[in-house]
């Protein structure tokens, strides 16, 4: 597990994000993807699986995986190659080059906005490699303010990476996107080129 603080920028202003809301359509039946279950309509971001924000990674959009038996057969091959990678309900469709791979933004969606608010701080981003990419990293020691003993955030230890690029194969991203009223996640499916 490879874990990654990159710098990213709000690609949606609160005055955008705020005239998006007031024009998307109240949701009538469970936003996609339908067949996840843990969806409530008055906590949507409650079963934390990327619903309430929307991402790019190296400018190209982070997609739902729509279809139950496209989930369900890339559930089965991640189970294979990584048993660290959770539900990924979430994919980038086209390859995306491996300069610019690392290049993760993230701002809330219509649904979103008012449950984890706009970006507090830059998101949290982990790498899995799953054909054995070797990436560069060094161990840390981290605080995190989420888990508090005594009123103390908890220290874990944890690998960043070292490098500015992505090796060619195939990867799950773990995107935490930080608001400021909540959080939320996205595992995401890519596949990095040259």
Known sequence: MKRLHHAARRALTLVAALAALAVAPAFAQVPAPSYASGYF?????????????????GSKPVQVIAD?????KLKALLKELNDNVREV???????????VALDVLTRPNAMGLPHVGEEKEQPDVTVYALDGQDLESESELVAQQSV???GQPVVTQQETLTQDFLPPGRYAFAI???????????????????
Do not use: H, M, Q, S
């Open 41 to 57: 309509d008055r906590a949507p971001c409650v079963d934390r699986i990327g619903r309430c924000f929307d991402a790019t990674i």
């Open 68 to 72: 139950k038996a496209e989930y369900t």
């Open 89 to 99: 309900y979430w994919i980038v469709r086209e390859p995306v080059g491996g300069k």
């Open 148 to 150: 508090r003993v005594n």
């Open 176 to 194: 935490k996107y930080l608001g400021r009223k909540n959080w939320d996640r996205k595992w995401v499916f890519l596949t990095v080129v040259k």
